[in-house]
């Protein structure tokens, strides 16, 4: 299950500001940089659309990894994301659907998809600027992204702050997060970039 706090960001100078305060930096433990490019999919008629899914193929640092998400959760707060996550390693979307049960996705599911022809919706290009995060009883990574989302010859900025819990205490994490939201006065950003794509 994917749990994270997602803020629209309307300065990118911000992001340095926000990595060396006094309530980011002393939780840092390392960071990193990875360029991402993602291709969005969906089926002829849809069927990812209907369950409020998505489908990527997205090269990181030349990587490929395939992702499928389900399932969303209603969050307590604006930012605040929970669904159903499944990816793997892959050189391409069909291969990946071949694989995502193993890693426990629904094996029908994507069965389903794999008889159905995929269509390019869209595409993501940025830049990941990461920081893994401890604190008190979890682990959890801040990610700042800029770049675009094309669609249909329409493109749109990315600029966004995202915090994703990577292990321990659920209840520390949203503290956390919200109180880097109160600090900063940080606004929500409710929709993915997949959403955000589809209303370009």
Not at 27 to 49: H, N, P, R, W
Request: proline fraction near 4%; hydrophobic fraction near 35%; charged fraction near 30%.
């Amino acid at each position: 299950m994917e749990r994270e706090f997602k803020w629209q960001i309307t300065n990118p100078a911000d992001f340095d500001r926000i990595a060396e305060s006094d309530a980011v930096k002393p939780l840092v433990k390392s960071t990193g940089t990875t360029e991402m490019e993602a291709i969005y999919y969906d089926t002829f008629d849809g069927q990812l659309a209907k369950v409020r899914g998505g489908l990527r193929l997205r090269r990181e640092d030349g990587e490929c990894v395939v992702c499928l998400k389900l399932a969303p959760q209603e969050g307590f707060d604006g930012a605040f994301k929970a669904r159903e996550e499944y990816e793997c390693y892959a050189p391409d979307v069909r291969s990946g659907m071949l694989n995502l049960p193993s890693v426990g996705a629904p094996q029908e599911f994507c069965d389903e998809i794999l008889k159905s022809d995929l269509i390019e919706l869209g595409r993501t290009i940025f830049t990941r600027r990461t920081f893994q995060l401890a604190y008190e009883g979890c682990a959890c990574e801040l990610a700042f992204d800029t770049g675009k989302i094309t669609h249909r010859g329409r493109i749109s900025p990315i600029c966004e702050m995202e915090l994703e819990l990577k292990g321990g205490s659920e209840d520390d994490f949203n503290a956390l997060a919200l109180a880097l939201q109160a600090k900063f006065s940080l606004q929500p950003q409710p929709l993915s970039k997949l959403a955000r794509m589809l209303k370009l």
